[in-house]
């Protein structure tokens, strides 16, 4: 999605200088482009917008999409890929804990991606935004556990510290 901003970025500039040197040559004219800069900064604003929620953000910082590209190389943060930002952008739809069927589900539904179990399996064990729900076999959440409920491995966070209900196989109340 950042290419795309930064294409938009380039053609805003290029309305915005054409309308500023037909200003005074053709004023319609140099208003039509001027309102198209705007139309442009405002897609810009939603795909900057869009990518932070599709997006694993780091939760001390926020959505650092809008940032320049400089500064971004700058900070140090865990770089995510893809898929674990797909992943994590699942999770929260489900309220922040998810079971390993309702991920699969929802990456098909939402994103069209098709993805082994056991792989996915893996992947959630590596990813350092999720953790596993003690007590619970396969299902997972966003939300980081207490100080000191970590075993060996992967965190956990206990069952009476979540609100996880599963659904029932109603279509109605699954958010995609």
Do not use: H
């Amino acid at each position: 999605m950042t290419e795309f901003l930064q294409t938009l970025k380039n053609l805003r500039s290029v309305y915005e200088r054409a309308a500023a040197n037909e200003r005074a040559s053709n004023p319609t004219s140099a208003d039509q482009r001027a309102q198209t800069a705007r139309e442009l900064l405002a897609v810009e604003e939603e795909l900057i917008r869009l990518k932070g929620l599709t997006s694993a953000l780091p939760p001390d910082l926020g959505n650092i999409s809008d940032l320049p590209e400089e500064l971004r190389a700058e900070l140090s943060i865990a770089k995510t890929d893809e898929l674990e930002d797909q992943i994590v952008t699942v999770i929260n739809a489900y309220g922040g804990t998810a079971s390993l069927d309702q991920i699969l589900v929802g990456l098909f539904r939402r994103f069209k991606v098709v993805q082994k179990r056991r792989f996915l399996q893996n992947k959630l064990y590596r990813m350092t935004m999720v953790w596993s729900v003690d007590g619970r076999k396969g299902v997972y959440t966003t939300t980081e556990p207490p100080e000191g409920t970590a075993e060996t491995g992967k965190a956990t966070v206990k069952e009476d510290e979540w609100d996880f209900e599963p659904s029932p196989n109603d279509e109605t109340e699954v958010p995609f």
